[in-house]
């Protein structure tokens, strides 16, 4: 009979639900968490900083312009929508985009 021996308590499976949680509460952690490749940077965290006011309710309006290939993207479109209804399954999100096309083909 083979017994295994711990030598430290899952530390691996702490530091993910650690994660989890943190991804939870803050739209940063939760970049990192669905794509860990994601990469920051003090513009994004600005851009972090007030879409979390956002879903607070401290801001209802905001523009967020910043240069192409900045990440704008990828924090406000892709990673804040899915963020923002986790927290709030009961919340509505409109997404508009200034070069939509007028008809879409199935």
Not at 12 to 23: G, I, K, Q, Y
Not at 80 to 90: E, I, K, V
């Amino acid at each position: 009979m083979t017994t295994l021996t711990l030598t430290r308590p899952y530390p691996p499976v702490a530091s993910e639900v650690r994660a989890a949680l943190a991804a939870r509460e803050r739209l940063l952690p939760f970049c990192q968490w669905v794509n860990p490749r994601f990469e920051l940077a003090p513009h994004l965290e600005a851009a972090a900083r007030e879409l979390e006011a956002v879903e607070r309710g401290d801001n209802d309006r905001l523009m967020i312009l910043m240069p192409p290939r900045h990440g704008k993207s990828e924090l406000v479109s892709r990673r804040f929508p899915p963020w923002l209804m986790g927290r709030d399954p009961s919340c509505r999100i409109q997404a508009l985009a200034l070069r939509a096309p007028t008809t879409i083909s199935a």
